[in-house]
């Protein structure tokens, strides 16, 4: 890379650091090309990016962020996954890492608060916003389900009575 290049790399992903909802850095010795294009596609997909960053880049985007404090996490062959959603980026990062041991999580941040590697997968079991919103919209559904229900029941009862009625007089 020559200057220029590095100097717009570390302002754009300063840029990232300071817009993404959280960070994932991980160690991804060991992974096939296959296996990290695999691992973007997902990430992608979920609506995060995965970006492998030169660590002496990353730490001086770093300076000036909330994030400041993962500046150590960059040693060996590091990437960083970041996602606006808080919960994307550890949730992908964590699922990949199950299933594939050669990427290693090291840590994390989300906003000002930085994660440690256990702390990462604590992220990533909470549910992501699409999910509480589905659960929030079927809480406010369900009462006024209930509601319409019972309203409509004395309507329908007085229905069958009446109903009732008429075939008796039918059969008489």
Known sequence: MEKAEKREFVTWLNG??????????????????????????KMRDAGGTVKVAKNRLAKIALQGTESEGISDLFTGQTLVAYSNDPITAPKIAIEFAKGNEKLVILGGSMGATTLDADGVKALAALPSLDELRAKLVGMIQTPATRIAQIVNAPAGQLARVFGAYARKDEAA
């Open 16 to 41: 990232v650091f300071k817009d993404s909802g959280s960070v994932v850095v991980a160690h991804y010795t060991g992974l096939t090309v296959a296996q990290l294009s695999d691992l973007r596609s």
